[in-house]
């Protein structure tokens, strides 16, 4: 009888040992499945930042700055006679 139940006892350990190694492995990929998810939308958020920066770049040019001025805030370079300049 004890060697009965000693058996039962190592089938019970077995199955619930092949059960651990199946929920391990799902889950292990779907971890996986979830990396490559955030290795993708990773990706995509540098290749988004490299276009803002570009576009951040294209805004800010000299030249567009100082359209900018001129047309809308009516800006323009001082006369020469206008100019202070301040030494320390």
């Known amino acids: 009888m004890k060697a009965q139940s000693l058996l039962v006892l ?4 077995v199955l619930a ?3 651990a190694v199946v929920f391990s492995k799902h889950e292990s990929r ?4 979830q990396w490559q998810a955030l290795i993708k939308e990773r990706d995509r958020m540098d290749i988004e930042w490299g276009r ?3 576009e951040q770049s294209t805004w800010a040019t000299h030249g567009r700055i100082e359209r900018l001025a001129r047309k809308k805030l009516d800006m ?3 006369q ?9």
């Open 10 to 13: 190592l089938f019970v350990l």
């Open 17 to 19: 040992s092949a059960v």
């Open 30 to 33: 779907t971890l996986f499945v």
């Open 52 to 54: 803002m920066q570009l």
């Open 76 to 78: 323009k370079i001082p």
């Open 80 to 88: 020469a006679e206008s100019v202070v300049i301040i030494r320390p």
